[in-house]
């Protein structure tokens, strides 16, 4: 959801009242109940027109809804199944419906990032990687960040050599969390982790923490070192991005973080984006660049990843197309 997709959801939820607004912030995730509620805490005042605007395009789109489906949970198992077979069906049915393999594991994405790694941190390199596994790779970074350089190589390579996680592992997982596992045993796999998932996860780590996990894996296991690599895409990367996925990305990113981000980018990479943009647009964010004073490494690196985790989005979604980022690519 973008800056002003939030906005809108934020203005939406205060004029419901605490109540409704209550039970619909039942039904989001966790990264989307905190993206709200952080924007309604930072909302002062908003015009008359603007409320109105925001509940007649709420009312005119969910008109316009319709459900053709009673029972949306069994009509995708039984497409996948019908278009898959059980066998493939079964590997993407419990990570579309969010089933119960992991349900104890789902509680911790409700959890900052040092409860987590408070709770982890004598727990075998192994049990934690296919923990972190489950959840989305920048909470996995910030749990990360809490262990100390060995513990963070020792995780992130299992984490890159792991292929799958058998049901009795899921068992053993939500036992260490005091959870009991729901379902019954299946006999697959959970297809999880791997190089595109540890490539994700250390690109979020950042600085000297993702150099340092790179060359622990190297010293482990060259290859291996190098096809995470191959999958990891910086900021700098950017350069390798077509003019029209940079058109695409520009839409998806506020105004601040782009202007934050490139702070700290190179000329190349601050003209990739000027030349995308209307002559109008690239003369503002040309002036703003010039009048910020000196930024925290800290804001422009946090910044550049939300820019980050916006192309891998439209990467997934297959709107633009990115390729991996070279060993000597650095934020």
Known sequence: MDEQGLNDAAILLMSLGEEEAAEVFKHLSPKEVQKLGETIARMRTVSRDKVDEVINRFTQEAAAQ?????????????????????????????????????????????????????????????????????????????????????????????????????????????????????????????????????????????????????????????????????????????????????????????SETLVVALKGAGPEVREKFFRNMSTRAAEALREDLESRGPMRLSEVEAQQKEILKTIRRLADEGQITISGGGEDALV
């Open 66 to 254: 319709s459900l053709l489906v009673s029972d949306t949970g069994n009509y995708v198992r039984a497409v996948l199944k019908r278009a898959l077979g059980d066998d493939k069906a079964a590997l993407l049915i419990d990570r579309i419906l969010q089933g119960g393999d992991v349900s104890g594991i789902e509680s911790l994405k409700w959890m900052d990032p040092l409860s987590v790694a408070e709770l982890l941190r004598n727990e075998h390199p192994q049990i934690i990687a296919a923990i972190l596994v489950h959840l989305d790779p920048d909470h996995a970074a910030d749990i990360l960040k809490q262990f100390n350089e060995r513990q963070r190589a020792e995780v992130m390579l299992r984490v890159a050599t792991l292929e799958g996680i058998q049901p009795t592992a899921l068992k053993d997982l939500n036992e260490v969390l005091f959870q009991v596992l729901a379902g019954g045993d299946k006999v697959r796999k959970s297809s999880l982790g791997g190089v595109k998932a540890a490539a994700e996860i250390i690109n979020l780590l950042g600085g000297a923490m993702e150099s340092a996990v790179i060359e622990a894996i190297r010293g482990y296991d060259p290859d291996l070192a190098q096809k995470i690599m191959d999958k990891m895409f910086v900021f700098d990367d950017v350069l390798k991005l077509d003019d029209r996925a940079i058109q695409t990305v520009l839409r998806e990113v506020a």
